[in-house]
């Protein structure tokens, strides 16, 4: 019996030993997949912060407790005493403002990418809103209505420049592919506007004229194989194809109007990116020495693109640079 009875014991010993080793280890497996679990949770739940500034168009004069709402979301701020507003915890993606005070003209701003983790600024004008109470009522518009030309005129936000497949963030390969636009080769930036010539179209760069967009150009067209603007120094681009402005004069095809986002407000950053055929860095700083004044901004931009050429007898290869810089003064 006492033989039988520490056999026995050995046996359970044994067993205990093995389930409690088992256990050890699912209690071990169980908790680092928990980690994990929590780690991906943390990385998906990444927002960013949008801030900015409600101005008069006018005067200039900072508009206090104007209502900000993010379009399509439940976000709402109002802006204090010299017109600021945040926006935290604000999903990653491209999304648009939407500003009403009474007596101004409800406005949507144009389109801001918001990042996980980063700040994202932009400032808004108001223009005041005329009414006479005795004949005329005025009904808000949620849209931006264009007093010239709204039929003919076609408007690319930062969303299309940066996700359209194909355009490699060129702005002339994204407006081949507006209707009424052709293109004469593939390896090129010719602009054709319902059967005019390349060297029909008008440039204007925040209201500047300027001769072409592009690297390599040709005599008697303006379009070329790289563009020499840096996409990341635009926020919008109206595109004109008839009915011009009076004051976009020597348009026989079509304008375009490219508008340039201000540098960042916060901190300063560089960006640089390397490709195929170009390399381009990106630079911004903003001085600000207090809320309650005016701000300046700095951006600029450097890239240089090259491009091979084989004639019949022997190889070589061209290249071109272009240097930018913007300087921006928020209102005070």
Request: hydrophobic share 35%; no cysteine; glycine share 8%.
């Amino acid at each position: 019996m006492t033989t039988f009875g520490a056999v026995t014991f050995l046996h359970l010993h044994r067993f205990t030993k093995g389930f409690t080793s088992k256990f050890a280890q699912m209690t071990k497996l169980y908790y680092t997949l928990l980690v994990l679990l929590l780690s991906v949770t943390t990385l998906l739940a990444q927002q960013g912060t949008v801030e900015g500034r409600v101005y008069s168009m006018k005067s200039n004069d900072p508009l206090e407790l104007a209502t900000v709402r993010v379009q399509g979301s439940n976000l709402i701020a109002r802006t204090d005493s010299v017109g600021r507003f945040v926006f935290s915890g604000v999903n990653p993606g491209f999304i648009r403002l939407i500003v009403t005070m009474l007596g101004y003209e409800m406005t949507t701003s144009a389109e801001v990418q918001v990042v996980g983790n980063q700040t994202s600024f932009i400032d808004i004008a108001l223009d005041e809103a005329s009414t006479n109470l005795a004949e005329v009522v005025v009904r808000p518009r949620v849209r931006f209505k264009r007093a010239e030309s709204p039929l003919s005129i076609q408007t690319l936000g930062l969303k299309q420049i940066e996700k359209s497949a194909g355009a490699n963030r060129d702005i002339s390969k994204l407006v081949q592919r507006l209707p009424g636009v052709g293109a004469t080769d593939p390896n090129r930036n010719d602009l054709i506007v319902r059967g005019g010539g390349p060297s029909e179209n008008v440039f204007y760069l925040d209201g500047i004229e300027i001769p072409v967009i592009n690297h390599f150009a040709t005599q008697g067209a303006s379009g070329g194989s790289v563009g020499m603007i840096n996409p990341d120094f635009v926020r919008e681009i109206d595109f004109y194809t008839g009915a011009f402005p009076a004051s976009r004069t020597n348009a026989l095809s079509s304008v375009m109007e490219i508008k340039q986002r201000d540098g960042d407000a916060d901190h300063m950053h560089v960006k640089a990116s390397v490709g195929a055929s170009d390399a381009r860095v990106l630079w911004g700083v903003s001085p600000r020495s207090s809320p309650r004044l005016a701000s300046p901004t700095f951006s600029g931009s450097s890239r240089r693109s090259s491009s091979p050429s084989s004639p019949p007898t022997m190889t070589s290869k061209s290249s071109t640079s272009t240097a930018s810089m913007r300087t921006t003064s928020s209102p005070s």
